[in-house]
């Protein structure tokens, strides 16, 4: 079974540009997640989908970022325009349902300079 | 509220040793409980879980006992590998959200 995918692996950014980060869930996954894991700490959830729903999207930098899951497979995760504070990496999950384990992709790294 | 507390890091040991990770959980409803094991480079994996009160999780030797009288999910393997050098992070999945604790970064010396 494929795991998530998650692209790119790297992305090396200046200050005020724009970036997108793609994933596809395992495959008849509803619920799927963007974290946000700053070097030493643990995942931080930025948004929770499930189908092309938004379930939590409380911890959002609504001013700078946004997703989209439009047809309740891929998501998309964008960054307009980015801060040096936004290095990390940002990880994808999905999960069969809202109470069942989820499943991780290998993430993306931002380096935002 | 959701939180998950977990023992400090970075902790170093040497093979074979005995290990144990100390995590606690705020007990709002009736959570399930997560282990994660992140190695250098990669994503999280999912390393064991346990859905109900006294419910064991147990993969590639680590093991680790949802206790409900102490909100406690204490992660343990009897004889530490050099390749289980890694950060091992404890969640939390209840209310529909899912929360991590900081992670503990583990170094097993040969």
């Known amino acids: 079974e494929a795991g998530v995918a998650q692209s790119p692996r790297y992305k090396i950014i200046e200050k005020r540009q724009s970036v997108a980060f793609w994933c596809n869930p395992i495959?008849?996954?509803?619920?799927l997640y963007w974290y946000q894991q700053i070097l030493g700490q643990g995942p931080k959830l930025l948004i929770q989908?499930?189908?092309?729903?938004?379930?939590?999207d409380s911890q959002l930098p609504k001013d700078r970022f946004s997703a989209e899951r439009l047809k309740g497979v891929d998501s998309t995760l964008k960054i307009q325009p980015a801060k040096l504070e936004d290095s990390a990496v940002y990880l994808c999950?999905?999960?069969?349902?809202?109470?069942?384990?989820?499943?991780f992709g290998q993430g993306t790294r931002l380096t935002v300079v | 509220g959701n939180s998950v507390t977990q023992m400090e890091g970075p902790v170093t040991l040497s093979e074979e040793a005995f290990l144990t990770i100390n995590c606690t959980y705020t007990?709002?409803?009736?959570?399930?409980l997560f282990w994660y094991v992140q190695y250098p480079g990669e994503g999280l994996q999912l390393l064991l879980k346990?859905?109900?009160?006294?419910d064991k999780g147990s993969n590639k030797g680590f093991e680790a006992t949802y206790r409900k009288e102490t909100t406690s999910f204490h992660l343990e393997k009897g004889s530490v590998q050099v390749s289980d050098s890694a950060v091992y992070f404890c969640?939390?999945?209840?209310?529909?959200?899912?929360?991590f604790g900081q992670g503990t970064r583990l170094t097993i010396n040969p």
């Open positions: 999950a999905s999960s069969v349902d809202l109470n069942t384990e989820a499943f």
């Open positions: 495959s008849g996954h509803a619920t």
């Open positions: 989908f499930q189908n092309n729903g938004v379930v939590d």
């Open positions: 007990a709002t409803g009736y959570p399930s």
């Open positions: 346990a859905t109900k009160a006294d």
């Open positions: 969640a939390r999945q209840g209310a529909q959200k899912l929360v």
